[in-house]
């Protein structure tokens, strides 16, 4: 690549984005101020118009309480990207947002966006284009596992292996590195949005009671584990039970909660295991030193990193701030640019094939 002094001057002086696009939450990294936005990913719509109302904490807010005339909706599914227009709306809205907090006017920004490692080049394809439309002068895609580790300071361009498994909202991934590259990687569309379906699911067998994804979430948060609790608690359920179709409220215990979300955590344990039953031995005696890293919202469930240690017989930790590794490792590549950007993800005529 030649030098340009126009790439130069708008290096120098343009925001440089980091985003973790999320199924639950977005989060943006700007170059030399940290994360400066962390908000969920929802779209408050008006039918009939098809018109964006409300983004981010606003659109969260509206959820399950809209007028008949309004829907707030997720616009990316199991880490992908399901509705592309609102995808680009909510991108456009986040730039302008970190825009707003610059003190002079910007150029258009360089963005580094984390993707699933699962996604297809069809998936891939549609963030760059949603970047790309929302305002950024060039667009670059991150794995999230390779984001996340970053993020966690893991040391993945070093000989010696370590492993990440990243729990979002709508995927799990997990990956092992050696020499600045994936040697094994699994991605599975079970993660924090499955959990919220495994107690809704609980409640309307067990209680016959229909409660709502922020009930869900909310128990999840408060009384959710994965491993017995030193002190078990409770938490009031409220929801509309099927019976007799009025308001009911039940007080379930966290014994109860574990054995809902049971099952999503089971196939995230199940995934690691296959994941270390395929890893070459010399990486497992790396990886029996390093131990095992957990990253993203889904980290944060009590008792996890216990449950997975008791399983694959290994020392597991939850990252510093697992929520944002993502967010903070793409903006890791940003500051780092000319040594990482290997580890970006070209497109067949894509983003990282133009520098």
Same mark, same amino acid.
């Given at each position: ?8 001057l ?12 999320g ?7 700007v170059r ?10 929802w ?9 964006a ?22 616009? /990316?599914?199991?880490? =992908? ?19 707003e ?14 993707i ?6 069809v ?10 439309? %929302? ?12 984001? %996340? ?29 050696s ?19 495994d ?47 009025l308001?009911?409220a ?9 054995e ?13 295991? #296959?994941? /270390?039953? #395929?890893?070459?031995?010399?990486l497992?005696? #790396? ?5 095992i890293?957990?990253?993203g919202?889904?980290a ?5 990193a ?26 890791r590549?940003?500051?780092?640019? #000319?040594?990482l950007?290997?580890?970006? =993800? ?10």
């Amino acid at each position: 690549m030649f030098f340009s002094p126009l790439n130069w001057l708008l290096g120098l002086f343009s925001l440089d984005i980091g985003i973790d696009l999320g199924t639950a939450n977005t989060l943006v990294n700007v170059r030399g101020k940290g994360i400066v936005i962390n908000e969920p990913s929802w779209v408050a719509i008006e039918k009939r118009t098809r018109r964006a109302l409300a983004i981010g904490a606003e659109a969260k807010k509206l959820s399950g309480r809209t007028p008949a005339n309004v829907i707030a909706i997720r616009p /990316l599914r199991d880490g =992908v990207i399901s509705e592309f227009e609102y995808t680009q709306e909510m991108l456009n809205h986040f730039i302008e947002k970190a825009h707003e907090q610059s003190l002079v006017p910007m150029p258009r920004p360089r963005v580094v966006v984390g993707i699933p490692s699962g996604v297809t080049e069809v998936e891939k394809r549609a963030v760059y284009d949603a970047a790309m439309s %929302a305002g950024a002068r060039e667009a670059f895609l991150i794995e999230e596992p390779m984001a %996340a580790a970053i993020g966690a300071g893991l040391p993945i361009t070093e000989s010696r292996g370590s492993m990440i498994v990243d729990i979002g909202g709508g995927t799990t991934e997990v990956a092992i590195f050696s020499m600045g590259g994936i040697v094994l990687s699994r991605s599975i569309r079970i993660a924090g949005d499955e959990m919220d379906e495994d107690i809704i699911g609980y409640m309307r067998a067990k209680y016959n009671l229909l409660i709502g994804e922020r009930m869900a979430e909310k128990a999840k948060i408060e009384i959710g584990s994965a491993f017995p609790l030193p002190e078990e608690t409770t938490l009031t359920m409220r929801g509309r039970s099927l019976i007799t179709g009025l308001p009911e409220a039940v007080d379930i215990s966290s014994i109860e909660l574990r054995e809902a979300l049971s099952t999503s955590v089971q196939i995230i344990v199940d995934t690691i295991k #296959d994941a /270390l039953e #395929d890893t070459p031995p010399e990486l497992i005696a #790396d990886l029996m030193e390093t131990g095992i890293c957990l990253a993203g919202g889904g980290a944060m469930l009590r008792g996890l990193a216990q449950r997975v240690s008791e399983e694959v017989n290994m020392r597991v930790w939850v990252a510093e701030d697992p929520l944002t590794c993502v967010a903070r490792g793409a903006g890791r590549i940003l500051e780092d640019y #000319d040594n990482l950007r290997k580890l970006l =993800v070209g497109l067949e005529r894509g983003s990282t094939h133009h520098f």
